[in-house]
């Protein structure tokens, strides 16, 4: 039996205006996209037993969540993108050669400021107790864990 802990996070920080220009996803990013969301997940997958371990595998997947995700394109390189499902933040990522360089935090400043222009509801997310840096990231920026929830399941 393994134990997952997430934590339900709400925004609790103040209205966040954002100029970064976000492309939505089509599927001619699919390869890129899948590679670089595959590398941002993997080593979560793996040390929790989630499999597959590279979730994304046929663009099929994405058909349903493909107009929620925003893709940061810069140099016609993808740096990172969002997903914004209503009022939730989902599948925040970046490419790893942009990592620690602020466009995490650009991409949830993007995120919440999107969601407040579009819907009353509180924002919130979901986020693994492993991801430490993005828990990190999420407080700095004004989430607070409302909720914890674990899930369990055999191996």
């Known amino acids: 039996m393994i134990e997952i802990i997430a934590y339900e996070m709400k925004y609790v920080g103040n209205t966040i205006d954002s100029s970064l220009k976000l492309n939505h996803y089509d599927d001619s990013m ?84 999107h969601i407040q222009d579009t819907s009353e509801a509180p924002i919130k997310l979901h986020v693994a107790k492993w991801n430490e840096k993005a828990i990190k990231l999420y407080e700095k920026n004004g989430f607070k864990c409302v909720n914890v929830e674990k899930i369990r399941r055999d191996i």
């Open 30 to 113: 699919y390869d890129v996209y899948v590679q670089i969301y595959n590398e941002c997940f993997y080593e979560m997958r793996k040390t929790l037993e989630v499999q597959p371990y590279n979730f994304y595998s046929s663009p099929e997947q994405l058909t349903v969540k493909k107009d929620k995700i925003h893709c940061w394109i810069e140099n016609n390189e993808l740096i990172g993108s969002v997903a914004c499902n209503g009022n939730e933040i989902d599948d925040l990522i970046v490419n790893k050669k942009y990592r620690g360089r602020g466009y995490g935090e650009q991409l949830l400043h993007f995120a919440i400021s």
